[in-house]
């Protein structure tokens, strides 16, 4: 199946970023967001993106117009037509999600694809929402997605074998190198990297080092561009806590139990460099 049209459903950083890499690709783009404002930033922020490419030598000026003449905004994803495959990009809320999908499923043609960007909801519960649970696959972006060449693709229960192979080759036309998970709590990345994190919170609360050495040692001692509470401010210090609850409660097992300073500081409001304040202050 040929993709030439996609939808992105949220225009926040991921959204904006998966839009950018695809109108590179040379495919049409309808950006959606309910917020006209959170639509207008996004718009801003891949031409903004695109300029940077051509700057850079990376990207030249005909290409660029030609994005650009691609990206369609909408505050109402029902209204795009003629669409062959949606990204869904908006917070991590399995409610907010499943609705969404409902709605991709009146938007995107038959045989379509729809691709969710979550970082830890099941594919499989998601799919079940829509009328057609094996043409529903994660297409999970790694952030900024225009910089990071990674994007795990989870198959859930009932994803088909076209559904995948589709969704790899389109990962792999927006320059990507893609990897399989199955549909298990974290999938492969968080189910990693959270855990280590969530354990440099430990570290930190038991006084086994301060902030800077525990960072310095991760960077130094394992070639790390960041370190482990460096990375999980500039995540987000709510959404590893989030991440870290659904990985405890999904899997069942103590050794994932989020870290009670993390907890704290997210109770505090330091969520990490969006607050201004996490483990460092900005």
């Known amino acids: 199946m040929k993709t030439e049209h996609i939808v992105v459903v949220g225009a926040g950083q991921m959204g904006a970023g998966i839009a950018q890499v695809a109108l590179q690709a040379g495919l049409r783009v309808t950006l959606a967001d309910v917020s006209k404002e959170g639509l207008a930033k996004g718009a801003e922020r891949i031409k903004g993106g695109l300029k940077k490419l051509v700057e850079k030598g ?12 691609n990206l369609v905004t909408l505050t109402d994803v029902k209204q795009a037509k003629d669409v062959d495959f949606a990204v869904e990009a908006v917070t991590e809320n399995e409610d907010l999600k499943r609705r969404i999908f409902q709605d991709l499923d009146s938007v995107v043609r038959p045989g379509g694809i729809l691709a969710t960007n979550t970082s830890s909801i099941p594919i499989t519960r998601i799919a079940a929402s829509t009328k057609r649970p094996e043409s529903v696959i994660g297409m999970h972006f790694m952030n900024p997605v225009p910089v990071m060449q990674l994007v795990e693709l989870i198959r859930g ?64 001692g394992t070639n790390q561009p960041m370190g482990p509470l460096q990375l999980a401010d500039f995540i987000g210090l709510d959404t590893v806590l989030y991440i870290a609850e659904v990985l405890h409660k999904g899997l069942g097992d103590s050794k994932y139990r989020p870290s ?7 109770d505090a409001g330091w969520y990490g460099k969006k607050s201004g304040r996490g483990f460092y202050k900005y």
């Open 157 to 220: 229960a009932a994803t088909s074998d076209e559904t995948y192979n589709t969704t790899r080759a389109l990962s792999e036309k927006m320059g990507k190198t893609t990897v399989v998970s199955k549909d298990y709590p974290g999938f492969i990345v968080n189910r990693i990297l959270i855990p280590m994190l969530n354990e440099a919170c430990f570290a930190l609360m038991e006084g086994l080092g301060s902030v800077e050495d525990i960072d310095t040692a991760m960077k130094l």
């Open 260 to 266: 009670p300073l993390l907890r704290q500081y997210v």
């Open 58 to 69: 990376k990207l030249d000026e005909a290409k660029r117009a030609a994005a650009e003449a």
